[in-house]
């Protein structure tokens, strides 16, 4: 059973930084592409950002030059750098994962809560 928990969220004022992570278990993490999802009450839920496994990335357009996503496969863990704040940033940031190789399906976290403060 694949699990991904998130951690790192929290209340930070505009302007600020918060850096999230996401830590996977059971899955075959260094072959998978991974992604941060964020959604906002009353909002679906928007990618923010992809990685490959080979490291390559993609980001919404939202937070381009703001986030930085990474992986340390070592760790079996992606991180979601978050730089200049803002308080449409304001939502619950998932991780996950389309597609396990190990068990062909795809995976959600609980999700870590991101309030930005003007």
């Known amino acids: 059973q694949v699990q991904l928990v998130e951690s790192g969220g929290g209340l930070v004022e505009a302007g600020g930084s918060l850096r999230l992570s996401c830590a996977a278990s059971g899955s075959t993490f260094s072959i998978n592409t991974m992604a941060w999802y964020r959604q906002a009450p009353g909002e679906q839920r928007d990618l923010v950002a992809i990685?490959?496994?080979?490291?390559?990335?993609t980001y919404a357009d939202s937070v381009k030059g703001r986030f930085t996503i990474s992986r340390d496969n070592a760790k079996n863990t992606v991180y979601l750098q978050m730089n200049s704040l803002k308080r449409e940033d304001t939502a619950r940031y998932y991780c996950n994962t389309p597609y396990d190789k190990g068990t062909s399906k795809g995976y959600w976290g609980q999700g870590t809560q991101v309030t930005v403060s003007s």
């Open positions: 990685i490959t496994a080979g490291g390559y990335t």
